[in-house]
């Protein structure tokens, strides 16, 4: 599986973006696809995750922010997050897992995304 992520950039305090995820190499539809980011020293966390089903979870920091849409014939998962902070400032991370046997986990290359003005 190889994830293929693009968006990031610099957006001012208050802007918008859209970070999106393909998922290839594969020719079925990854039960879980999500994101998730890293800031400086610390370890990687969730920001959004959709299964297969349409099931979304958001962490609490961007809930009401964040939007994730996912379109399962196209491997692809957008994520929108409005309103940004200079707290957004992360790497973010595109993920493709399978929580049952057979057990995987995939990350895509990390993009960069900084809230500044």
């Known amino acids: 599986v190889q994830l293929q992520a693009s968006g990031g950039g610099l957006v001012q305090p208050g802007g918008s973006l859209t970070l999106s995820c393909k998922a290839s190499g594969i020719n079925f539809t990854p039960p879980i696809m999500g994101w998730y980011r890293q800031f400086p020293g610390k370890e990687r966390e969730l920001v959004a995750t959709?299964?297969?089903?349409?099931?979304?979870r958001y962490a609490e920091s961007v809930e009401g922010r964040a939007t994730a849409s996912r379109h399962n014939a196209k491997n692809t998962l957008d994520l929108q997050i409005d309103n940004l902070k200079p707290d957004d400032t992360a790497v973010y991370y595109c993920?493709?897992?399978?929580?049952?046997?057979?057990?995987?986990?995939?990350w895509g290359q990390g993009t960069q995304v900084t809230v500044s003005s």
């Open positions: 959709v299964t297969s089903g349409g099931t979304t």
């Open positions: 993920n493709a897992r399978r929580t049952m046997t057979p057990v995987w986990n995939f």
